[in-house]
C-alpha cells in the first residue's frame, strides 16, 4: 500500500488548509478496507495522533486540540482521505502524516502501532 500526501504549506494564522491522502496498491489492494489517520510531528517532539476515519466515512474522529476546526473525510470513489484544517494556529505547525490501517468495519485505530502504512509526510507551517 502507497501512501501520498499533499497540500501542505505556509499559512497565516487564522488560515485553513486540506490535506490529501492518495491511497494505491496492488491488484489485491482494496482501499474500502482500509481505515486512515491522520498524525503530525512538531520539531523535537513525538508524532501525535491527530484524527482518524473509519471504513465508514460517518465514522470518524479527531482529538480534542482540533475539534471543531480540524475535520476528515473521505473519498472512496479517488481512494483519497482528506483533513481539512481551518483557523490554524503556530501550534498546528508541524509534519502530517497520513496512515492506513486494513481493520474491521467499525474500528477506529487511534495509536500509531496500529497502523500498518504510512505516507511520507507534509509539511504544515502556521505564521503567527
Known amino acids: 500500500v502507497h501512501l501520498v500526501e499533499s497540500g501542505g504549506g505556509l499559512v497565516q494564522g487564522g488560515g485553513s488548509l486540506r490535506l490529501s491522502c492518495t491511497a494505491s496498491g496492488d491488484n489485491y489492494f482494496n482501499y474500502a478496507y482500509y481505515a486512515f489517520g491522520w498524525f503530525r510531528q512538531a520539531p523535537g517532539k513525538e508524532r501525535k495522533f491527530v484524527g482518524a476515519?473509519?471504513?465508514?466515512?460517518?465514522?470518524?474522529l479527531v482529538e480534542d486540540s482540533v475539534k471543531g476546526r480540524f475535520f476528515i473525510s473521505r473519498d472512496d470513489a479517488k481512494s483519497t482521505v482528506y483533513l481539512q484544517m481551518n483557523n490554524l494556529r503556530p501550534e498546528d505547525t508541524a509534519v502530517y502524516y497520513c496512515?492506513?490501517?486494513?481493520?474491521?468495519?467499525?474500528?477506529?485505530?487511534?495509536?500509531?502501532?496500529?497502523?500498518?502504512?504510512w505516507g511520507q509526510g507534509t509539511q504544515v507551517t502556521v505564521s503567527s
Open positions: 476515519v473509519g471504513r465508514r466515512a460517518d465514522n470518524s
Open positions: 496512515a492506513a490501517d486494513r481493520t474491521g468495519p467499525w474500528t477506529l485505530p487511534q495509536f500509531g502501532h496500529e497502523y500498518d502504512y
